[in-house]
């Protein structure tokens, strides 16, 4: 299944994309989802020169472990949620303010 992962602020600068298609397994859950974020390698986007794509992993890892997480849309608080595919995933690291 096809999903789109769209990141926003920390997770944007972490993530080294402001928004990257993702394949995952049919009925994969938001965690594993997540999962497989991690794993994108981008080292041909980089030898490419898109020097944007560069992903800081530890910083991502980090950064998502503090994230929240909207699916189409509708809050997400369970990881284990599974996705659809189509599904839009936006990650929203914590915000300062009120």
Known sequence: MQITLRYYAAAQAAAGVAEEPLTAPDGASLAQ???AALAVD????VRD????ARRDAPAFAEVLRRCSFLVNEVAAK???RPLA??????VLPPFAGG
């Open 33 to 35: 989802a997540l999962e």
């Open 42 to 45: 981008r080292t041909a986007a």
């Open 49 to 52: 020169g898109a020097a944007s």
């Open 78 to 80: 369970d990881r284990s």
């Open 85 to 90: 595919d189509g599904d839009v995933v936006d």
